[in-house]
């Protein structure tokens, strides 16, 4: 009798923690303790996530995350809740501003979310929805059966733009497949970590890429600093990247 009370009882608060999602997930429970654990999480507005209604390439779909109105910001988690892999992507901002932009792939019509984790260890959530026809995630890269693609695998080109106080934007791409593992046949192989370091060597930022970021990724940041930039990074196979971009 008690164990049915439970379940009665649990099947009513499921619903009402379900309702406080402003995406209403069928997911989000689930989602929040598998990508944010059991640290203090918020719904808030000054976390905005801004894409498409409507994907035109599943396997591409722009993404801008912007943070600004947070202060003492340690760590961004991107991740979609439908997609077979959900995590898209971790970013310690460091020596960067407020702003994050890059493509993904989304398997089905999804929210996108950003959680913004501060010092004091709250998740800060936003997030939208994304309509999508679907198969973003598990049809096979362009470059993965491409011979001569494959001898540029790792070329980086990258710009930076200057902004006001000091600061400027940088743009950047790697040439990889960023295979899923989910096509037939075809192995994950993927850019697994990327940083940003000032002509001295210092850390600016630092990234950890996972399956769902579009094949040839492009990354846009916000840097809080002006100068020539390295780049440095793995794939999963252990291929080095490493490039230097001067404004």
Known sequence: MRTLLLLCLLGQLLPALAADDPLRSPLWN????????????VFDARVQVAMPHSAEDPMAVPVEVRFDGLADVDQVR?????????????????????????????????????????????WHVGGAWVAAAGGGCTMPSQGSGNAAWQE???????????????????????????????AGGIPVFH??????????????????????????????????????VRIEGRDTQGNRIAAQVVP
């Open 30 to 41: 689930g989602m929040r303790q598998r990508m944010l654990g059991s640290e203090a999480v």
């Open 78 to 122: 991107v991740f979609a809740d439908l997609n077979p892999i959900p995590q898209v992507l971790d970013y310690w901002p460091g020596r960067a501003g407020g702003a994050l932009a890059l493509r993904i792939k989304v398997e089905q019509s999804t929210p996108v979310r950003a959680a913004v984790r501060t010092r004091g260890g709250t």
């Open 152 to 182: 540029r695998l790792g070329e980086v080109s990258a710009r930076l733009w200057p902004r006001p106080a000091g600061a400027s934007r940088l743009r950047l791409r790697v040439v990889h497949p960023m295979d899923t593992g989910l």
């Open 191 to 228: 850019v697994d970590r990327l940083a940003l370091r000032d002509a001295a060597g210092q850390e600016l930022v630092r990234l950890q890429l996972h399956e769902p970021v579009a094949e040839n990724p492009m990354l846009s940041v916000d840097l809080q600093y002006r100068g020539a």
